[in-house]
């Protein structure tokens, strides 16, 4: 990748990459995770002209939500009280979603895909939110962002790293 100059890696985070949700601490910490890696590659990769993205897709249908598991030691999980109940309601909005045909199908991701692969090189929105429903929640939250990623480029004094880099200014 580093060879050619004009590569691209979309990540496919979500919105618990952004924001926590009960119950779902192990996929909002891996997406946690994803999100600063993508976001570390992107400076990192810049110099050699390779862009990296994240795509934050909201609930679609697809076959993930089907495949949640509930917990196997009942006993346990209702020593939580409380906070048991709370998951299980969280659980019935997923559940809701899926059997919902209000809910959309992955084609607007899909479609976000193509438009980051067919956008140019260094032109490309380091974050897309491709599910109308979550851009009011994550759009805000994506711009403070972006100031703040900007904000620590100039305050380890690195702004270069935040714009990607033409191949001919590329060192070999």
Known sequence: ??????????????????????????YCASKFALEALADNYRYELAPFGIDSVIVEPGIHQTPILEKFLS??????????????????????????????????????VVRAFVQLIETPAG??????????????????YNAVAATIRDTL??????????????PSSVGA
């Open 153 to 166: 480029a100039q305050v380890f004094k690195v702004p270069e790293l935040t714009v990607l880099q033409q």
């Open 1 to 26: 990748m580093r060879r050619q100059h004009s590569e691209l890696l979309i990540h496919v985070s979500s919105g618990m990459g952004r924001a926590v949700v009960l119950g779902f601490a192990a």
């Open 71 to 108: 917990p196997v030691d009942q006993d346990r999980a209702a020593e939580y009280g409380s906070t048991a109940d709370a998951i299980k309601k969280v659980q019935g909005v997923f559940d809701a979603a899926n059997s919902s045909p209000e809910t959309p199908g992955p084609e607007g």
């Open 123 to 140: 032109e490309r929105p380091f974050r897309t939110v491709p599910t109308a429903a979550l851009r009011p929640l994550l759009e805000p």
